[in-house]
């Protein structure tokens, strides 16, 4: 009887000792890791998107949305490596290529390409493949021509092309309404402003509010101020080049035949040639549009606010 | 018509109170649960994962069921030689492969009526709305399980559990590659192989034909037609295997 019990004590007091010893071994590998390999890097090994669309079998929607947490965790990791970059666009590609439909990754995938990672190029490759794909009836989707927008203004400097992508953003019903003033802010830094007023006037149709519509209208006479600036400027110098020196006002102009008329003002003021510099300026108070950025000198927002931390 | 039925309740009785079909409906469940988890640690749309691995788990565990309970009624009904006293009665072959396909798709009925149920429950404690538009991705799931039990039935009339159970697996995996299969092979040299993709597209089931999940969850618009035939597809498929499973298993020696 008495061996019994010793053998059945025995037996238990061996079970605990192993379980202490599994409990010791898994403490000891979550505080002091024996490998120092990162699995994670192993995220840039995954085979390519359309391979791995046929071995999800009919599971592409899942295997997208794993990859998508294991991208996020992957990304966010405070130590930064250059190969995170590198696999972030491969990453961001098979998730795309497995759910093509998935807004998300194509929205914060490619903000973090461009602001992040400095990754432009590939960035505007993600937004495209994005605005190829995601169906148009999505809330979001405007998200993604307003990024590329965004990064034509803002890493490339190119005005243009960002109105335009702008203004596809602005024509979706769930983007916000003052979309179509940036769009035309924009325009206005370009080298023909003329162009934001057929875009301010079909907007001015579908204005909801009347605020709005006042909004729009001043926006249009201030792009209209911009443009007769430009087009007096270049009279200007043309007057110059034949006379050799400035006019004194601008009726001159218009006796050289430089111009045909001196063109109304929208907001009531006058043109007049500054003294000064000899710039042409409008006796009312107009907001100049200039973009206030620098792109090429100044840090991208995501930098600064790291730099405030 | 009553002696199939009487079959098919008694197989129906007898699958549901197999631990397989516990344990893998269990599964299931917790897979839905995950879901709820996955869905907190992403950015942005959280219900766009929670529809997506509740569907999938329909499927998935769908077919697990439909292999690992099909393929083996027929083996033990032998194996057992309970078959002996079923077909000594005034039942025919047929009759007996027919009820015993029904009651395992009553078994297949609850696998999707439960998980269903969980998938809209846990989208509407999300987000309260009942997707009834889930049911476009839900019904040709559920023909394409009916698809599989046809299949694991007709090969466990032919050869033993474990390789019929491979031998279902192997139909349904080639069934969701060969659309695939046929469009990487379109830019190769090799005719050899377009061949091959070609033969293996016309005698296995096209199982991507009733993916409908990704346009469900996205909210496209899936054109009646197309959702119909993929539907008539499926049930003509589904009922060619079971010809073919009635017609090895009249032929069969049951010794």
Redesign the interface.
Known sequence: MGKEIIKSLAFYLLFLGVMWSVFLLSHQQKTHPLSQYDKSDELGYLPSG?VL??LA??????V???L??KT??YIGKSDKKASQSSHLYQLLDTITTL?P????PY??GGVLLSAEFKQIDKSFSILKKGMENV?K??KRYWYLPFFTAFNYMYYKGDYQTAAKYLEVAASFPQSPSYLPLLVARLYANTDDPAVAIPFLQEMLQNASTPKMKEEIESRIKEILVKSHIKYLNMAMDQYKENAGHYPENLFQLVKKGLITEIPREPFGGKYFISAKDHSIQTTSDVDDMKLHIQPKTSQPFMLQMQNKK | MQKIIAIAINTFRESVRDKIFYSLLAFAVLMLAFSLV?GN?????EI??IK??GL?AI??FGVLIAIFVGISLVYKEMEKRTIYVILANPISRTQFILGKYAGLSLTLMVEVVVMSGGLFALCYMKDQVIYWELFKAIIPIWFELQLILAAAIFFSTLVSPFISGMLTMVV??IG??TS??RQ?VVNMDNPAIKKMADVLYYTFPN??SL?Y???V????AIPWQEFFLSLAYATAYTVMLLFMAIFVFNRKDVK
């Open positions: 359309k669309k046929s079998l009919t599971y592409d929607e899942i997208a949305d794993v998508w947490i996020i965790a759910d439909f998935y807004v998300d929205e914060s169906p009836h999505h | 996955l640690l992403t950015i942005g749309d766009k994962i997506d691995f999938g499927s998935l349904f995996m969701h590659l695939d299969f990487l199982l991507e993916n999940k990704a346009r969850v996205h909210g496209l």
